[in-house]
């Protein structure tokens, strides 16, 4: 958070911003606090940060503090903040553990009306039925923390803005301020004067004040600016003007600024003046998030040109004036078409001082449109600003102007189109040739950058039609009779989707009131970390203090996507400041990785992005820099395969063909009423885990030992790869993992390889390595999820029923094995999910392509296998004329019966979640209302969509399911608990607390958790294949009983006793009080050869149901409701495992629905970053989320009879658009 004073208003002025933006010399003259300064564990915490600790608004951890600083920055301002406040105020963070609905709930817990959740449309509280409605039945229970816990907010107890910057604000100094750094001079002059002086000098110095646009082309682009300057000082660009005519507004004013100075000029004025400040301020409030809206100006937005700019289009309609002042004298100019397009340009030495904003004329209307992938902080696919000006009380157009962004290069406008409508009457007609005239004008080729040309143009289209019918409604209201009414079934065109609030009810069984209170098992305990995420005192990688002599490693990595690597020239690089070595796989001690997996790439390339070399320096900034300098020879080798379409043809695979067949399908297709064969391509996704991958590497002076820091779910595989590619062995090498922030997968393979490379460098050089990807690298680099290509071919009754499927799959793997046979044998295993087809057969194969290796991700295949048996169920349904959940509901499973991989399973709980999800849904009562809304409304539509789940937790062999645990008593009485699992955030260490802590009876505050590492418990599994919790809570078990054993004896003699009295007494009697716990496991004897076998321990079912809404106009659409029931049996912690539900569900609709990987057909990838690459933000949670956990039924194979639950039934959201 930023602190200014602003000595004009008097007033102490807060804002959030991305600090990686920020400027350090920007900062002179503001307060800064960041999360170490709101509160800590050391003196106290903040309610902000208690709370989102406590509503369980933290999984991993990553993204926790920059939440808990937008929230105080907000409560800084307001601190009875509304609930759209709230809402604006998170659009600009994201999480992609927790789903954001309890970290909305954190928020709203300060707003007035928190004690009322306003669940019902009715505003009324949920309180007042549903969750009592809920509470009535038996046991359950629908509160995961104690409100009434809170801290109060006491704003007397925040820190004082330094008096010493109230006064250097109060009497600002006119001399310019410089600051040199190693290649930039920043200069900051104190009057306009100075300003001028200094860009008739300096002409091709940028004038930087946001430093949104100058900053990410520095930091990603390698664009150098020897000088900089920056007019925060020079008051004339902050000024604020009102006159009869309108406003003039300082281009050094933030977007944030000039969007509270419409807001109130809009409240003051008459509506009919304010059609632009209107339109500008829709905009403002989905332009970006709160933090770059905080930092960039209306200026930079201005000159900056982008074609996706939100404002420019509306300013140019707005027929606005930008005064500009170079050492020569003012000018001013129109912001038209001319110089929106680049022709009329400011001069070098010129500076834009302010824009003027002229109030609308009494006939005129102005309406903005924009259409983006997510409703805040995405830049628009097309946006458009658009105004008509009538003859007086006539709808006869005198002047008309359209601008679209997101068409071009530079926002473009309709000039000649709108020449030709004007003196044309406002009706149909008009508006049937003013579609055809702006398409011819405003083209788009079919090779347009950006792609997606065919919706590009229909928005172009639909938002002239929602500025026609807009303008019409306007013109009634002003003249009722003068013009003729509009069915009502056609305005729903107009209104957008609001900004809701997301909210809901999470229901769990509570624990058998004859539980003892001290017994945390079944209860929802908060994350162990919760309070130290939120004060920023949790520890990652990254955040470990600097190591001595420590060097950072930078990636150099391949721009081609198959070819022969010639040489490697990296002469001018060693050359670098800073630069310490360069490392390629010449230097590899001992084994580069495999012949098909190389660590450091090896006579060839096989992708783009793959790893050629590393650069070693004393800062990242020069290793980066010097990544630059690296020059590489390749030699192309065809062939370049890219899509599975391709690998098919070279017939390129990563492994053998697998195959599961029942039944006789070639029979039953002869016998079934219909047939429908087709094909689904599912695209691939980015783990997007908040914190990249991150690894330290730091030599020991003794015999070749080394410690590695690492976030990765599997320490014992970063071990092992670390001592094959040092030639030592594993003995010497300890990885520590303390905590991951995010993972999904992602973390599972890839860290090892970045490790092992990092101490390669760690051996060359002699000194510790701290090697963490920029976003962008962990993007190209890393790989994601399977894209998957699916074949279905499905015979069918007349009624619905299933009787055969041939299906046949195909993943793209990437260029290496990674995980990918495994993925696929995984889609197969699992494609048939909750139903039963009596001839089934499945094929499927991993293409080998030149894309980075693609690599586990949370479901393994089943996502996307299980998508395409809904894609068919569902075109089953359509051709029998019958509601897709008829259909789904037929061709479950029923009884006690085989799947096809020959595993016995009883599906009662399956039909238990699909009946309650039906009725907490209220499924056909809602089916039937949205049947009804959609007669009633022409372009928005409804549709809801309910789909089961049948998932196979674990893995295909045995040795996958030990665990391990290491429990030490000391003679206080404390425990120090370690085990074999990883925290990824999904609270297996709070699990394995409360484990312990039933096992020993003894309160968790006597256990502790540190870190895990391969010295404590060696051999360990990967965390993943949701039974972490599962199978180290067996072991963690097994060590507690094992001591618990050992000290009876000596409780039974002194029952009376205390535990610190027992574990003394057991010390004097030298009875060992250190356990080591271990679990075998399950048995998982999959045989691909005979295509059955044992596969997972148990099944998780679930069921999920979706309403949504569309714009049949713009695509855009609103997840209105999901009910969500699974089985987790006896959860262990249901505030986690709900926590769990809720953030997969939202991962997935990110999955489904606006997550895009885009790569060049050369396999360049072009999403590395989250301006390119989208994932769910706050405002993409449905407005109401309702998580149930089913009344349990036991699970005795699973540590307290429970299940990790698993929602991979999240592809409801799909459907529900598909059904409206
Ligand atoms: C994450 C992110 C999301 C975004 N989302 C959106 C979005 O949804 N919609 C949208 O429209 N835009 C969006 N933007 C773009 C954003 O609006 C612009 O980057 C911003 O307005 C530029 O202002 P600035 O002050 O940061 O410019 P700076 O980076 O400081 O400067 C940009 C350029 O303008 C010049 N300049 C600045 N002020 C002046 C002046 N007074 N006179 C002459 N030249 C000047 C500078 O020399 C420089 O060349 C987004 C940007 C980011 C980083
Ligand atoms: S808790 Fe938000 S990203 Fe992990």
Known sequence: MISRYDAIAEKIRHFSVTACLVPICSLYGAAITTVEGVGSTKTRIHPVQERI??????????????????????????????????????????????????????????????????????????????????????????????????????????FIFPPELMRMAEEPQKKVLTFHGERTTWITPGTLNDLLGLKKKYPKAPLVVGNTCVGPDMKFREVVHPVILSPARTLELFVVATTEEGLTLGAGLSLARVKDILADVVWKLPEERT?????????????????????????????????????????????????????????????????????????????????????????????????????????????AGMRVLFKDGTHTIADL??????????????TKSCRQLIGRCWDERMLSDACRLVLDEVTLPDSAPGG???????????????????????????????????????????ADFPLTTPRGIQSYERVDPQQPPQDPVGRPVMHQSGVKHATGEAVFCDDMPAFSGELFLAVVTSTRPHAKLISIDASEALASPGVVDVITAQDVPGDNGSEEERLYAQDKVACVGQVVCTVAADSYAHAKQATQKVKIEYEDVEPVIVSIQDAIKHRSFIGPEKKLEQGNIEAAFQSVDQIIEGEVHFGGQEHFYMETQSVLVVPK?????????????????????????????????????????????????????????????????????????ERGDDMLITGGRHPLLGKYKVGFMNNGKIEAADIEYHINGGCTPDESEMVIEYALLKLENAYKIPNLRVRGRACKTNLPSNTAFRGFGFPQGAFVTEVWLAAVAAKCNLPPERVRELNMYKAIDKTIHKQEFDPKNLRRCWEKCLESSSYYIRRKAAEEFNQQHYWKKRGLAIIPMKFSVGFPKSFYYQAAALVHIYTDGSVLVAHGGVEL?????????????????????????????????????????????????????????????RLEPIISQSPQGSWEEWVNEAF???????????????RADMDWEKGEGNMPPYFVFGAACSEVEIDCLTGAHKNTRTDIVMDASFSINPAVDIGQIEGAFTQGLGLYTIEELKYSPE??????????????????????????????????????????????????????????
């Open 53 to 158: 600790a406590k509503s369980h608004g933290t999984q991993c951890g990553f993204c926790t503090p920059g939440m808990v600083m937008s929230i105080y920055t907000l409560l800084r301002n307001h601190p009875e903040p509304s609930p759209e406040q709230l809402m604006e105020t998170l659009g600009g963070n994201l999480c992609r553990c927790t789903g954001y609905r309890p970290i909305v709930e954190a928020g709203s817990s300060f707003s007035p009306s928190s004690s009322c959740c306003q669940m019902n449309r009715d505003g009324r509280c949920c309180l007042d039925q549903k969750q009592n409605e809920h509470e009535s039945k038996a046991n359950v229970c629908t509160k995961l923390y104690e409100k009434e816990e809170f801290q109060p907010l006491d704003p007397t107890q925040e």
């Open 452 to 494: 997606m040309v065919e919706f590009r143009r229909t928005l172009m289209i639909s938002f002239l039609f929602k500025f026609y019918l807009d303008v019409l409604q306007q013109l009634k209201m002003r003249d009722p009779s003068g013009y003729p009414d509009t069915s009502k079934k056609f305005l729903d065109a107009l």
């Open 985 to 1045: 955030g999904q609270g297996i260490n709070t699990k394995m607390i409360q484990v312990a802590s039933r096992e020993l009876k003894i309160p968790m505050s006597y256990i502790h958790l540190g870190e895990m590492n391969t010295v404590t418990v060696p051999n360990t599994i990967g965390t993943g294949g949701s039974t972490g919790a599962d199978v180290n809570g067996k072991a963690v078990q097994n060590a507690c009983q094992t001591l618990l054993r």
């Open 401 to 414: 102007s359209i601008f679209y962004g997101g068409v071009g290069p530079t926002t473009r406008s309709a």
């Open 1163 to 1220: 396999g360049v990838l072009y999403t590395r970053g989250p301006n390119q690459y989208k994932i769910p933000s706050v405002t993409d949670v449905p407005e109401e989320l309702h998580v149930s956990l089913l009344t349990p039924t036991p699970n005795p194979i699973a540590i307290y009879s429970s299940k990790i639950p698993k929602i991979d039934c999240k592809c409801c959201k799909p459907w529900s658009i598909a059904v409206a």
């Open 1068 to 1082: 004097t009697q030298s009875i060992s009080l250190s356990a080591t716990g271990y679990f075998r496991g399950y």
């Open 275 to 383: 059609q632009t400040y209107r339109a500008l301020l829709k905009h403002l409030s989905t332009l970006a998030g709160q933090q770059i809206r905080n930092l960039a100006s209306l200026g930079g937005h201005i000159v900056s040109r982008l074609t996706t700019s939100d404002l420019n289009p509306i300013l140019g309609v707005g027929h606005c004036i930008l005064n500009i002042a170079s050492i020569e004298g003012t000018q001013h100019i129109p912001l038209n078409s001319h110089f929106l397009a680049g022709d009329a340009n400011l001069k070098p030495e010129q500076v834009l001082v302010s824009v003027f904003i002229p109030v609308s004329e009494k006939w005129a209307f102005v309406s903005a449109f924009r259409q983006a992938p997510r409703q805040q902080n995405a830049l628009a696919t097309v946006n």
């Open 701 to 773: 002076a003794e015999d070749k030992e080394v410690d590695i820091y690492v976030s990765s779910q599997d320490a014992a595989f970063t071990q092992e790869m670390v001592a094959h590619t040092l030639g030592v062995p594993k003995n010497r090498i300890n990885c520590h993992v303390k905590r991951v922030g995010g993972a999904f997968g992602g973390k599972a393979s890839k860290p090892a390889s970045l490790a092992a490379m990092a101490a390669v460098a760690a051996n060359k050089t002699g000194h510790p390595i701290r090697f963490i990807l």
